[in-house]
């Protein structure tokens, strides 16, 4: 059975730093896109980055310049780096992969999620 698992999360002042992961359990052969989503109270998930399976990267126009999404295909696992870290980033934090599982089908996977809190 194989699941997402976040960590990383927590309480941080404006302009601090935090590192998220995230890591498969289970046996898995691999994900195409990972990619760190965010939500908000009272809104909606919203997509902060993803990355590739070729290590290209997208960013939401919130967090450029102060983000940086990462992997690990050999232990896939996903990474996001934060800094300067503001109060509108408050938010829990998402974690996703897809992974092939037959010609057919592609199979997504979430994480539950991490608190990350900006405050002073």
């Known amino acids: 059975q194989v699941q997402l698992v976040e960590s990383g999360g927590g309480l941080v002042q404006p302009g601090g730093s935090l590192r998220l992961s995230c890591a498969a359990s289970g046996t898995i052969s691999g994900f195409i896109t990972m990619a760190w989503y965010r939500r908000a109270p009272g809104k909606q998930r919203e997509l902060v980055a993803t990355?590739?399976?070729?290590?290209?990267?997208n960013y939401d126009d919130s967090v450029k310049g102060r983000f940086t999404i990462s992997r690990d295909n050999g232990k896939n696992a996903v990474y996001l780096q934060m800094n300067s870290l503001k109060s509108d980033d408050t938010a829990v934090y998402y974690c996703?992969?897809?992974?092939?599982?037959?010609?057919?089908?592609?199979?997504?996977?979430w994480g539950q999620g991490t608190q990350v809190t900006v405050s002073s």
């Open positions: 990355m590739s399976l070729d290590g290209s990267a």
């Open positions: 996703f992969g897809d992974s092939r599982m037959s010609p057919t089908e592609i199979r997504n996977y």
